[in-house]
Each structure stands twice: as structure tokens, then as C-alpha cells.
């Protein structure tokens, strides 16, 4: 057999199509080692799509070589692919989906966690049948009809929001913006009181502190002080539902129908943890790096925030756009339930693969010119934001609410949000989750006459 040497993996996987195809007897193979990708290095947090762009061109299927077992998927073909195959690419629990906490604690953190409820698998980390169960009674709460009385809700804090802004100052753009509407929003629609504000963002940033990234072990006790919080909170509110039911989400969670079996607390903490997360975290990240892209656009564009007023179709674009490029999460992860074979390499059973997005989404075989912010993009909608398949996001209908508010808010008031320092910027240190630690504005406001 004859063997030729190729300096791509692309270039490898079609050569031996054509082979296998035509019956030639021929094996291409790899002739130059890849380079080293660190998701966890600094370089990776604050700028991962080199890397990305250069694993999909040559390895669309990675081992991480200081994690073997991680394998990083970045073509969107081969992520969608996974997506809709949750049997040999399970969501139960993937061995690699969050660091462990440095030994000296480790006792600590045990202690910590026994006066709460044991993780219990929700929406986000479970397969069918227990996920149909759970997914059903969520889908009650995020239904277009919900969502209507949901869009209110979240029209009046965008309107707060954008009308407090001073003029010609620099405050920061997720302190006054990013981070209030959706914890806002989400509190009201859960029904949870407004005095846990600050609370609630806490928690919502401890839950997630531990995936893709690494903590300190102060830290980590931090987080597990906070979730037991959360856990004890909640567990209150739900006792209070039971007996008092409100029009609210929770109260939508407390109540079964004929046939259903209730939900305990202790699968109702981790199940609502897992929807404030959903409810903030994508629109704090992506809504802060959308007022980059707008930023950015004034250069060629200095009406944009006129066209954003007076354009609907154009700011949900812009949305939608901006979810794209931003990718807030990041990608999700899934275990092998066999030896697996994606894109031609073959995972072994028991591997945790991590479903780049964000790499996905910057592909240019779905996406023309995938790196440029065009909100009239054709193909928009095919992004992988939201994931794909029976773990789509549910709560993805009222992030583009909640981004598109924020923009028809804030373009009612300003003629611009010029981002200050820009080179200053940086974002947090996740390879999971990413978004800007600060985003330094200057808000110039419309005259009263508009």
C-alpha cells in the first residue's frame, strides 16, 4: 500500500474518502505534529479562535496532551453531529466537565456539602428518560404564550436600566447594563424577591466558577458556602409556593399534573440553579460583546444606534449576530458511552468531548467570512449558540428577548456607548464560559427631543 504524506487532517480525512470510494490502495497520513493547545493558558482565555481556527483546519478531533481523555471538537459539522447522537454522546455527568478542588480542602468542601442536598443531575447534565421527564415541565414555562408574559417583564427593567444612564460619563458597561437586566428579568419571572438581587448573581457566578476553569482553594470554598446559600433560599421559597402558589415560574415548577410525580426540593434546586444560570449568564456575556461589535461598527456606520432604534429587523440581527460570535458558552461537554468515532478518529468509551461552539460557529464551511459581525447574515440561525438537538437550550428564546430589549432600550436613549481603553479588556479565566471581567463605556444620550 502506498502512503502519502499530507499537512492536514482535512486534506488526510478526503484523500482517504477518495480511497476507500474508488477502491485505491493508498493511506494518507499526518506529516507534521500538531501544535500545542493549553485551553487553560492565558493566551487561550482571552483570544481561543487562533487556536480554534487552526484544530479545525488540522484536527477537528483533539486529544488536550496535559489532559488525556479531553477531546476538543471544533468543525460544526462534527458538533451538530454529536448533538444529535445523545446515545453514544451522553450528557450524564462527563468525568472532565469541572476541575476538583485541591486536596487541602477537599474535607472542607465534604463538610460544606453534607448540610445541603447531593448534586442531583438536572436538565443540563442528564439523558432520556429522566431529562423527557424534566424537559416537559420546564417546556410549560417557556412556551410562546409564556414568553409573552415573560417580554414585559423584561421591557420594563431594560427601560430602568437605559433611562438611569448618565450623560457623557464612563460608568461600566455590565455593571449598569449587562449584568442587572437578565438577573433582573429572571428574578421577576422565577418569583423570587427582589432584596436577593446581589445574592442571586453570586450564586449564579459560584455555580459556574468550576467549569473550564481552575480555583484557588479559597475559592473554592467560596463557591460551595454560596451554593449551599442558594440551596436554603430556594428551598424556602418552594416550601412557600406549595402552600401559596403565585404567577410565577416557580410556582409552575411546585405544581404537577394529573399523572406527573412532584418534583422534590432536592431535584428542584439543582434544576432551578441550572435555569438561573440559563437565564443570565448567556445575555451578560453576549450583550457585553455586542456592544463591542456596535462599537466597533460606528467606524463605518456612526448612525448605527439611529438604525438600531428604528430597525427592528436590523436589531434583532444584531442579536443574533452578536450570539453568534460571542458564543458566551463557550461549548458544552458529553461522555462516550463506547468507542466512538467522529470525524474519522476514534474516542474511547469513557472520554470526555468538549463541543466547541464557539469554534463551531466560526467555521467557514457553514459561515462566509465567518469572523466579520454582519447582522443581515443569511444563515444566521444555523449558529450553534443555543446547542442543537433534545438539549437545546430552553431558555434561549428569552435571551434574544432579553438582548433585543436591552438594544431598543438603550438606542430609545443614546446616540452611542463608546467602549474606553479597549486594550485594557480582558475576559475571565474559563475556557466554558467566556465573558469580559469589566466593559468601560461613555454614554453619549439622545437630546430630549430624540
Known amino acids: ?85 445523545p446515545v453514544r454522546f451522553s450528557n450524564i455527568l462527563p468525568p472532565a466537565r469541572r ?53 414585559p417583564l423584561v421591557d420594563e427593567v431594560a427601560d430602568q436600566l437605559a433611562a438611569a444612564l448618565p450623560d457623557n460619563e464612563v460608568v461600566d458597561g455590565m455593571e449598569q447594563i449587562t449584568i442587572p437586566l437578565p438577573v433582573w428579568a429572571i ?21 459556574n466558577a468550576s467549569m473550564g476553569g481552575k480555583l484557588t482553594a479559597e475559592r473554592w470554598l467560596e463557591v460551595e458556602r454560596d451554593i449551599l446559600e442558594f440551596q436554603q433560599v430556594i428551598c424556602e421559597i418552594l416550601d412557600e409556593r406549595r402552600a401559596n402558589p403565585q404567577d410565577d415560574l416557580l410556582s409552575t415548577l411546585v405544581k404537577t399534573e394529573e399523572g406527573e410525580i412532584p418534583l422534590t426540593n432536592q431535584e428542584l434546586v439543582w434544576l432551578i440553579r441550572e435555569l438561573i444560570v440559563a437565564g443570565n449568564e448567556t445575555t451578560i456575556r453576549s450583550l457585553a460583546d455586542i456592544l463591542l461589535y456596535i462599537d466597533d461598527r460606528r467606524v463605518e456606520e456612526p448612525d448605527v444606534w439611529d438604525r438600531l432604534r428604528d430597525d427592528e429587523v436590523f436589531r434583532r440581527g444584531v442579536v443574533e449576530e452578536g450570539i453568534r460570535l460571542a458564543s458566551p458558552v463557550m461549548g458544552l461537554f458529553r461522555v462516550t458511552t463506547c468507542d466512538a468515532e467522529l470525524g474519522g478518529t476514534v474516542i474511547p468509551k469513557g472520554s470526555t468531548i468538549f463541543l466547541a461552539y464557539s469554534s463551531a460557529n466560526r ?31 430552553v431558555g434561549s428564546g428569552l435571551a434574544r428577548i432579553e438582548s433585543a430589549s436591552a438594544l431598543r432600550a438603550l438606542a430609545n436613549n443614546v446616540t452611542a456607548l463608546e467602549v ?7 475576559y475571565g479565566p474559563s475556557y466554558a464560559l ?13 437630546a430630549a427631543n430624540g
Open 1 to 85: 500500500m502506498k502512503v502519502i504524506e499530507c499537512k492536514s487532517w482535512r486534506e488526510v480525512e478526503h484523500l482517504n474518502s477518495i480511497a476507500s470510494d474508488l477502491g485505491f490502495l493508498y493511506c494518507a497520513v499526518m506529516t507534521e505534529t500538531l501544535p500545542h493547545v493549553n485551553p487553560h493558558s492565558e493566551d487561550f482565555y482571552q483570544n481561543p479562535f487562533p487556536a480554534y481556527a487552526m484544530l479545525r483546519a488540522d484536527a477537528p478531533v483533539y486529544e488536550i496532551p496535559d489532559q488525556p481523555g479531553l477531546f476538543f471538537v471544533t468543525t460544526w459539522a462534527l458538533v451538530r453531529e454529536a448533538l444529535m447522537d
Open 187 to 207: 428574578m421577576r419571572i422565577l418569583g423570587i424577591d427582589d432584596r436577593y438581587r446581589a445574592d442571586l448573581r453570586r450564586w449564579s457566578d459560584s455555580s
Open 420 to 426: 474606553v481603553d479597549r486594550d485594557a479588556l480582558t
Open 99 to 151: 476541575t476538583d478542588p485541591p486536596a487541602e480542602v477537599v474535607e472542607e468542601i465534604e463538610a460544606i456539602r453534607a448540610q445541603g442536598f447531593p448534586y442531583t443531575p438536572a436538565l443540563g447534565t442528564n439523558d432520556p428518560p429522566q431529562h423527557t421527564r424534566y424537559r416537559k415541565m420546564v417546556n410549560r414555562a417557556f412556551t410562546v404564550r409564556a414568553l409573552g408574559w415573560m417580554e
Open 363 to 393: 467555521d467557514d464551511a457553514t459561515f462566509e467570512n465567518p469572523d466579520a459581525f454582519d447582522p443581515l447574515r443569511e444563515n444566521v440561525k444555523e449558529h450553534l449558540a443555543f446547542g442543537h438537538g433534545i438539549h437545546v437550550c
Open 434 to 446: 467566556r465573558g469580559l471581567t469589566g466593559l468601560p463605556i461613555r454614554v453619549h444620550r439622545r
